[in-house]
């Protein structure tokens, strides 16, 4: 028998509860149900399975209305009672809990046991600089924007152009699912030889990540059927099917190529003060121990916002040597822009994905201008310079802050 335990921390908002009480009925209500009713012989037997109270921190929320009060509560839950699938972890620890008062999942610790089970990102950060060879600067991705409605011809020179400026990935967008215009194998094929054709003029390789869609049973044919057409990259929105779901694809052998999280649904998870699953948890370590290579969240900066204090520490948990999966590389997203690149670049450090959609394509010099102005913002941070400076020498970053700005702050 296990004896191990893995941990749940909740941030639990309550103006007149008492916090320890509460802590202790959580801890027996989501194991065992019951423990003062229980005769001592059943006690004996069930006390394998019975959560323990390990702390309970009261203090005022931040932001708190006068005598608003809440506490960080700390459970211990027996590996026992629960499957080695993130599943099984998220319904004892936060299955009808999550519905229970005003109530947040803040951090889970599951135990070395339970982490042993996840083989993690096949890449990380480090198998995807390998296969593109590029180690010395943060990644550039380019969004695939607008590709509804387009036919295969159509699809692959927007493809190529993207490509052409010189980016080292490019993910479909994530509302490209499998439809008559662009079925996903022929879509795989126009989009790799496009890629070739742009790595023949740039000398830059690229990782195309296809939009892995479906129904949850045919996913793993699927992502098999786009990976023999060429794909080697796959996009997946993972809240929408699961982190188990995430974690079987990745866990596949014949499924060889890096995975990028989207964080699609998200918005319905994380951001309420009082309930859902704090972000960290949910774009960063879940996503990790379940096996994306990338994770993309929304960043401090662009059109879709996360508090930077949280941003932070999505990349930290996705990066952490703390954790045994391979660390996976953290993508702040979503409006972003050449202006931002320093911003990014100084909160994020080196290993991080640039990631754009509009910032790309709607450059005023086109998507290949688009994706030059990036690296070049890159290169002028790596080297020093302001990006005004380094525009008086770059045609199509100048023309991107003329579009955009610089952000300083
Ligand atoms: C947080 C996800 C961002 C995303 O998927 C996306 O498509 C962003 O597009 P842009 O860069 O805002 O145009």
Redesign the pocket.
């Known amino acids: 028998m296990n004896n191990s335990y893995s941990h749940a921390t909740y941030r639990l908002y309550d103006d007149k509860a008492d916090f320890q009480k509460k802590a202790e009925s959580i801890a027996v209500g989501l194991t065992v149900g019951s423990w003062t009713e229980l005769p001592e012989a059943a006690k004996e037997q069930m006390q394998k399975h019975l959560g323990k109270v390990v702390s309970v921190l009261v203090h005022e929320p931040e932001g708190a209305a006068p005598g608003e009060r809440c506490a960080d509560i700390t459970i211990a839950y027996p590996d026992a009672n629960f499957s080695r699938d993130i599943p099984a972890f998220l319904v004892t620890a936060f299955g009808k809990l999550s519905m229970d008062g005003r109530i947040k999942l803040i951090d889970m610790e599951p135990s070395t046991d339970f982490l042993s089970a996840f083989p993690g990102p096949k890449f990380g950060v480090q198998g995807v600089r390998d296969i593109l060879g590029v180690h010395d600067r943060p990644l550039v991705m380019s969004?695939f924007?607008s590709v509804i409605g387009h036919d295969l011809d159509n699809l692959r020179e927007q493809f190529l152009q993207q490509a052409l400026g010189g980016v080292d990935l490019i993910k479909d967008?994530?509302i490209l699912f499998e439809n008559p215009l662009t079925p996903l194998e022929q879509r795989v094929e126009a989009c790799i030889s496009a890629a070739r054709e742009a790595e023949q003029a740039t000398g830059q390789k690229l990782l195309y990540f296809t939009n892995l869609t479906g129904s949850t049973f045919q996913l793993k044919a699927n992502a098999k059927r786009a990976i023999a057409a060429g794909a080697n990259g796959l996009l997946f929105n993972v809240l929408a099917y699961g982190f188990d779901v995430l974690a079987e694809l990745a866990a596949d052998p014949e499924i060889n190529v890096p995975i990028a999280a989207?964080?699609a649904m998200a918005g319905a998870m994380y951001p309420s003060l009082h309930h859902g699953i704090s972000a960290p948890l949910l774009l960063g370590k879940l996503m990790r121990i379940a096996g994306a290579d990338l994770s993309?969240?929304?960043s401090p900066y662009?059109?879709?916002v996360m508090p930077k204090a949280e941003n932070l520490a999505v990349m930290e948990a996705l990066l952490t040597p703390a954790l045994p999966q391979k660390p996976a590389f953290p993508v702040p997203?979503?409006?972003?822009h050449q202006g931002l690149v320093p911003l990014i670049m100084g909160d994020f450090g080196p290993e991080v994905v640039v990631?754009?959609?509009?910032?790309v394509h709607g450059h005023p010099g086109g998507s290949a201008a688009g994706g030059r102005a990036f690296r070049q913002a890159v290169d002028a941070v790596r080297s020093g310079f302001t990006l005004e400076d380094y525009a008086q020498t770059h045609e199509e970053l100048r023309i991107a802050i003329e579009r955009w700005g610089v952000r300083t702050s």
């Open positions: 969004i924007k967008d994530e989207h964080p993309l969240f929304p662009g059109s879709v997203s979503a409006g972003i990631n754009a959609g509009g910032g």
